[in-house]
């Protein structure tokens, strides 16, 4: 662990990455804690990754870095020990670099979604709870809501196969939470869901401008979308459209932030100042 008087160099590892908002992030975070903090873009070409890694590790350029888009299953084989999560979810996202040389690998995606439902007030426990898509942000959201003993959770993908395995690899986690894996969601379901969360990239910029929540939800529900630019995505609009309360993917992108911050840096008193404070600061 860094001590006050040492700057930690950290940054954000992906290609692309030049739309990231991981640094004014974590700048606003440093001035906010008072902490000497050189964060940065690392961006990697998926050829010269290996190299990259090497590199970094060898000669302790960076003592932590977060990960994203097209390495965090790359980083799930790379690493030296994982955490639960990450072992669990089978993706890296957040990387600590130990003075010994050796990577240790954690996914804050669970920290995330589980801070933000709490955040929401949302009651998991015995409720049904719809995710569309089947990728890692979406076995992610699937890991807390076994984890807080959902009743039933309807993974949604178009590529039936992926949504499948994923609901395999749960059910063995979470044997008391039922996991259906389907392409469409059907018309009807026996227990009204109390979650919708979109886990795709529908509504991002670059992809279609699409909604896939049901036109006609029964009885209150989250719309909980993780596409946090922009503000307000199809699916966000559809929700209140219906009168259901809805937040995007910044409450969750902040809490990865923090969650990072502490494996890299240590306990941040008042989190939930902390973290208010950084959600004003974007938004103004």
Do not use: C
């Not at 974590?26 to 961006?43: N, Q, T, V």
């Not at 072992?87 to 957040?94: C, D, F, K, M, S």
């Not at 894996?181 to 279609?208: C, H, K, W, Y």
């Not at 923090?258 to 008042?270: D, F, H, R, T």
């Amino acid at each position: 662990m860094a001590t006050l008087r040492e700057k930690f160099y950290a940054g954000v590892m992906g290609f692309p990455v030049n739309h990231s908002r991981s640094p004014q992030i974590f700048s606003d975070l440093a001035r906010i804690l008072g902490y000497p903090l050189d964060y940065r873009r690392i961006e990697v070409r998926p050829e010269n990754w290996e190299m990259s890694v090497t590199t970094i590790q060898q000669l302790q350029l960076f003592q932590g870095w977060n990960v994203t888009l097209p390495y965090k299953e790359r980083f799930f084989a790379r690493v030296d020990h994982l955490s639960p999560e990450a072992q669990a979810i089978g993706a890296v996202n957040v990387i600590r670099l130990a003075r010994d040389g050796s990577l240790w690998g954690y996914n804050t995606d669970v920290f995330g979604v589980l801070k933000t439902l709490e955040e929401q007030k949302v009651r998991v426990q015995g409720a049904s709870a719809v995710i569309f898509g089947a990728g890692g942000a979406a076995l992610a959201v699937s890991y807390v809501l076994g984890k807080l003993r959902a009743s039933e959770v309807w993974l949604v993908n178009r590529t039936l196969f992926r949504a499948r395995t994923q609901a395999m690899r749960l059910r063995k986690l979470f044997p008391r939470t039922v996991f259906h894996s389907v392409e469409a969601l059907p018309q009807r379901l026996d227990i009204p869901p109390r979650l919708f969360v979109n886990a795709t990239p529908l509504g991002m910029s670059g992809f279609p401008k699409k909604s896939l929540l049901p036109k006609r939800v029964e009885g209150e529900a989250l719309a909980l979308d993780l596409v946090y630019h922009p503000e307000k995505t199809p699916f966000l609009q559809a929700a209140q459209k219906q009168g259901l309360s809805a937040v995007n993917g910044l409450d969750m992108l902040l809490w990865q932030a923090l969650a990072s911050w502490e494996i890299w840096v240590g306990k941040i008193p008042q989190i939930q100042k902390v973290k208010n404070q950084l959600k004003q600061g974007l938004k103004s």
